[in-house]
C-alpha cells in the first residue's frame, strides 16, 4: 500500500504570495493533520480534519487554512506569505483521529524569497 | 497548556550501546504518546505508539515506556547500531492537539 503523499516536494515563493499544498492519506485513513516544522525544532501542529471537518487547530494565523475532500485528501494553503512561513509542511494521516497512529508523509519544503 | 521537552539534545555513543531517550510532558490528561525517528530533511517514522491505559510497548529493538502520573516516558534501544543515527522526538496527543518535543539528534559511532 502507498503511504502518505505530498506534493510539490519543494516550493519558491516570494513575499506576500500565496501557496497551496497537497496530500493524499494512506487508503482508508480519513483523519488528516497538518504541521509546520522549522529547522531544528519539532513540528507544530496546525490542523486537523476528520471526515471533512475541522476537528483542531493549532495556534496559527488565518493566513493558514485546509480543507478535506470527499476522497479525505486534503489541501493547505497560505496566504501573504512571510519570510517565517519557510519551513518543512509535514501531512500525517490516521484511521479515524489523533487516538489513532499517525503516519507521515515526506513533507513539502517551503522557502519564501 | 501542553509542553514537552526531551533530553537529552543530543547524543553520541559507540556501536553496541545500550541508550535511553527521555520525554517529559507538563500535563498528564493525554490519550496517547508517539515516539517517531526522523532522518535528515526527511519526513517522520512513526516507532512506537503508547495509549494513555499502557505502560509499555515493544518493538523489535526499541521499548518505549509511559508514565502518566509523572509526566514522563522513555525510549529505549538496545544494541545500538550506525542506522540507528537520527532525530527521535516524542510527540503528545490532549484533547484536539498533538505536541511535539524538540528532539533527541543521536549519533551511534561505529
Known amino acids: 500500500d502507498a503511504g502518505v503523499t505530498q506534493s510539490p516536494t519543494h516550493l519558491i515563493k516570494t513575499r506576500g504570495q500565496q501557496v497551496t499544498l497537497r496530500c493524499s492519506p494512506i487508503?482508508?485513513?480519513?483523519?488528516v493533520s497538518w504541521y509546520q516544522q522549522v529547522l531544528g525544532q519539532g513540528p507544530q501542529f496546525i490542523f486537523q480534519?476528520?471526515?471533512?471537518?475541522?476537528?483542531g487547530r493549532g495556534n496559527f494565523p488565518d493566513r493558514f487554512s485546509a480543507r478535506q475532500f470527499p476522497n479525505y485528501s486534503s489541501e493547505l494553503n497560505v496566504n501573504a506569505l512571510l519570510l517565517g512561513d519557510s519551513a518543512l509542511y509535514l501531512c500525517a494521516s490516521s484511521l479515524q483521529g489523533l487516538t489513532y497512529e499517525q503516519y507521515f508523509g515526506p513533507g513539502t519544503r517551503l522557502t519564501v524569497t | 497548556k501542553q509542553e514537552v521537552t526531551q533530553i537529552p539534545a543530543a547524543l553520541s555513543v559507540p556501536e553496541g550501546e545500550n541508550l535511553v531517550l527521555n520525554c517529559s510532558f507538563t500535563d498528564s490528561a493525554i490519550y496517547n504518546l508517539q515516539w517517531f525517528r526522523q532522518d535528515p530533511g526527511k519526513g517522520l517514522t512513526s516507532l512506537l505508539l503508547?495509549?494513555?491505559?499502557?505502560r509499555e510497548q515493544t518493538s523489535g529493538r526499541l521499548n518505549a515506556s509511559l508514565d502518566k502520573s509523572s509526566g514522563r516516558s522513555t525510549l529505549y534501544i538496545a544494541a545500538s547500531q550506525p542506522g540507528d543515527s537520527a532525530t527521535y522526538l516524542c510527540a503528545v496527543r490532549g484533547g484536539q492537539n498533538f505536541v511535539f518535543g524538540p528532539g533527541t539528534r543521536l549519533s551511534v559511532l561505529p
Open positions: 480534519y476528520y471526515e471533512k471537518e475541522e476537528r
Open positions: 503508547i495509549q494513555s491505559s499502557q
Open positions: 487508503s482508508g485513513h480519513k483523519s
